[in-house]
T-cell receptor, first 115, second 110 residues
Framework: NAGVTQTPKFQVLKTGQSMTLQCAQDMNHNSMYWYRQDPGMGLRLIYYSASEGTTDKGEVPNGYNVSRLNKREFSLRLESAAPSQTSVYFC??????????????FGSGTQLSVL | RKEVEQDPGPFNVPEGATVAFNCTYSNSASQSFFWYRQDCRKEPKLLMSVYSSGNEDGRFTAQLNRASQYISLLIRDSKLSDSATYLCVVPSNRDDKIIFGKGTRLHILP
């Protein structure tokens, strides 16, 4: 059982380049999330998707776009990378049961450096 | 008030001691609460869930105070392996948004 699979694990970009971070879960969860974590900081929510076909902004959405391609996959795109986007990115999924969020399952993270 | 607030620490605690952290939250309608543990910027791992007044698992106890809107995590007989960052998580049951606190760093000293 793979859980949440996130790729790539590491990426180095030049300023202005674009890239897409991929995330897939095999637990049939409705909700998926993208977070970033900077040194000394907690996880900050970039975007989330409560169900297939819907996406919503989180705390720090500027500079990012997302696509909920289907129930399994939720991708994060940087159209024009900036050094301020150097961070560790985590994808996560969860189930909502009876209106209550259950625990989050995380991917192993992507270390992104923008030069 | 921020949605989720934690004392960042670091807490430097001798091995064997008891340590407690608090986490305050702003959404009075939240119904589920979680403590996650994170090591060296690896992915967070669930430590405890709190759905009612509290939860206990071995040396770890999580308690919820709805009136004052905070949850606490108590670690008894602390071990060196407890050194980590502890993240408080409070899902919003209005919009499926899940916000993390900034985390509390704990160092257990030999």
């Amino acid at each position: 059982n793979a859980g949440v699979t996130q790729t790539p694990k590491f990426q180095v970009l030049k300023t202005g380049q674009s890239m897409t971070l991929q995330c897939a879960q095999d637990m049939n969860h409705n909700s998926m999330y993208w977070y970033r974590q900077d040194p000394g900081m907690g996880l900050r929510l970039i975007y989330y998707s409560a169900s297939e076909g819907t996406t919503d902004k989180g705390e720090v959405p500027n500079g990012y776009n997302v696509s909920r391609l289907n129930k399994r996959e939720f991708s994060l795109r940087l159209e024009s990378a900036a050094p301020s986007q150097t961070s560790v990115y985590f994808c996560a999924s969860s189930e909502v049961t009876g209106g209550i969020n259950e625990k989050l399952f995380f991917g192993s993270g992507t270390q992104l450096s923008v030069l | 008030r921020k949605e989720v607030e934690q004392d960042p620490g670091p807490f430097n605690v001798p091995e064997g001691a008891t340590v407690a952290f608090n986490c305050t939250y702003s959404n009075s309608a939240s119904q589920s609460f979680f403590w996650y543990r994170q090591d060296c910027r690896k992915e967070p791992k669930l430590l405890m869930s709190v759905y009612s007044s509290g939860n206990e698992d071995g040396r770890f106890t999580a308690q919820l105070n709805r009136a004052s809107q905070y949850i606490s995590l108590l670690i008894r007989d602390s071990k060196l392996s407890d050194s980590a960052t502890y993240l408080c998580v409070v899902p919003s049951n209005r919009d499926d948004k899940i916000i993390f606190g900034k985390g509390t760093r704990l160092h257990i000293l030999p």
